[in-house]
């Protein structure tokens, strides 16, 4: 079981575009051996690659020496399209073609990863709340509800307290992490 | 005046389909309707005949009040408003907007990045000043600053202005930037005159229930140096523009559409298959 960093990226994890998630994590493993470093997709507001990911990353790495993602798997229904992104950009201005050996489908941004490995995590979510952005200060466990699945999270100054019985419910199991590695996150088209 | 809501909202759905799309890389995240219809009515209010410098309108605040009020749906009109953005397609589709609908006299936008100094021609020239800036939730509202500076360089020394920051009581920072706005207000000589608490909710699709308010301000006095002072912002300032460690990197946000003149790059059309029946 590895410790709880003072600042991390949290992210659901599953099948997407079409692929289960073992194929995607051996695919990205592949990927990890041939070019040294793996493009991770996702979209959505949350976790914008320059507004958000980038600061946070640069922070982290300041106070604690780097930044990890923690992946939760879950059981994903998404099934988005399955285009290839052909080029990527840490600024948005200047695009460069995706290294190849990387195939990133589906997704407007991606985070830069090291290897991806198992690591057994359980996240109190009363105990955490968003680092960056306009959600800063949110209960982690009030903005990953509904629609949101991802998250720049930190301990919280102020843990909410929560039944013994129920503590269980706001429990997130991470079952792998991976080292974000510059430019930490970038945009895809 | 009696409100007519159904006349007010065919105006502002084509004022909102002819905003172009949020960048949410620039935390343009856009008001939503019924907020844009209230903050429409309070600046036709309060800014009644005056001349209006809006820093920034991704909102199209300035295209809804000079819409509405020129449908006679407001209870009063600015006598002008210009809208100063540092994005083309928000420039063009105000522009274009008001030549289709033959409002140019009330208002124009022109291409304008808060971190150049404020150009002269702006330069203590409007009755009244306008912001909605990138909130600053992670630099104790830098961005904030840098807009508010702007739009307070752009007034006279008899001025109103209306300032959008971010307001919930959830919220820590937002409270931590309404103070260091109040003090940056304070210190220019204005006063808050009217405050509009937790008054919009955005399209942000991560909190939809994040609000903000208006703060309405205004300076009364006689003098004021007129002597010309905008300078560029310094490097450290952009290099937190957006909250710590993200700075502002872009000069101009280009439109590629030229307001939607040439044809649009985001979609792409797919032939429809024929048989031999065809």
């Not at chain 1, 695009?95 to 290897?115: F, N």
């Not at chain 2, 919930?168 to 309404?178: F, K, L």
């Amino acid at each position: 079981m590895i410790d709880i960093p003072e600042r991390f990226i949290f992210m659901k994890v599953g099948n997407h575009a079409g692929e289960s998630w073992e194929d995607i994590l051996k695919r990205k493993r592949k990927e990890f051996e041939e070019t040294g470093m793996t493009f991770w997709g996702y979209g959505g507001g949350a976790c914008h690659p320059i507004s958000q990911v980038q600061p946070f990353a640069r922070l982290s790495l300041k106070e604690q020496g780097g930044i990890l993602l923690v992946m939760e798997p879950v059981d994903s229904r998404a099934d988005p399209d399955i285009v290839p992104a052909r080029e990527y950009s840490s600024d948005g201005i200047e695009w460069v073609p995706i290294p190849k050996g990387i195939t990133v489908t589906g997704s407007r941004h991606a985070l830069v990863l090291d290897e991806i490995k198992p690591g057994s995590l359980d996240l109190p979510l009363n105990e955490l709340e968003v680092g960056i952005g306009p959600s800063t200060g949110k209960a982690a466990e009030t903005y990953l509800k509904g629609r949101t699945d991802k998250g720049c999270l930190v301990k919280s100054s102020k843990p909410r307290k929560v039944e013994e019985g129920e503590k269980y419910k706001l429990v997130r199991k991470v079952g792998f992490t991976a080292e974000l590695r510059d430019p930490f996150a970038v945009l895809l088209r | 005046m009696s409100v007519d809501f159904r006349a007010c909202l065919y105006a502002l759905s084509d004022v909102i389909i002819n905003r172009p799309k949020p960048l949410r890389h620039f935390d343009q995240i856009y008001m939503k309707l019924p907020d844009m219809l209230l903050q429409a009515e309070l600046i036709s209010r309060w800014f009644d005949g005056k001349s209006v410098l809006f820093i920034g309108d991704g909102d199209a605040i300035g295209l809804a009040v000079t819409h509405l009020a020129a449908l006679e749906l407001l209870p009063g009109r600015p006598q002008h408003i210009t809208v100063l953005d540092f994005d083309e397609r928000v420039v063009n589709s105000v522009n274009r907007f008001a030549e289709d609908y033959g409002e140019s006299d009330w208002i124009r936008a022109s291409l304008y990045n808060v971190a150049d100094a404020l150009p002269k021609d702006f330069w203590h020239a409007a009755n009244a000043f306008y912001t909605n800036p990138p909130w600053g939730a992670s630099n104790n509202g830098s961005s904030v600053k840098a807009f508010i500076e702007r739009g307070i360089e752009g007034v006279q020394a008899d001025a109103l202005g209306c300032i959008v920051i971010g307001d919930h009581p959830s919220y820590q920072w937002t409270h931590e930037v309404q103070v260091a706005t109040q003090n940056i207000l304070l210190e220019a000589g204005f006063r808050v005159a009217e405050m509009l608490p937790e008054f919009h909710r955005y399209h942000l699709d991560d909190d939809p229930e994040l609000t903000s308010c208006s703060l309405i301000v205004q300076r009364q006095t006689d003098t004021l140096d007129d002597s010309y002072t905008s300078r560029p912002l310094s490097a450290e300032h952009k290099a937190n523009f957006y909250g710590s460690n993200s700075p502002l990197l872009v000069q101009y946000v280009r439109d590629p559409t030229n307001g939607g003149k040439l044809a649009s790059r985001d979609v792409t059309l797919e032939r429809l298959e024929t048989t031999n029946n065809d």
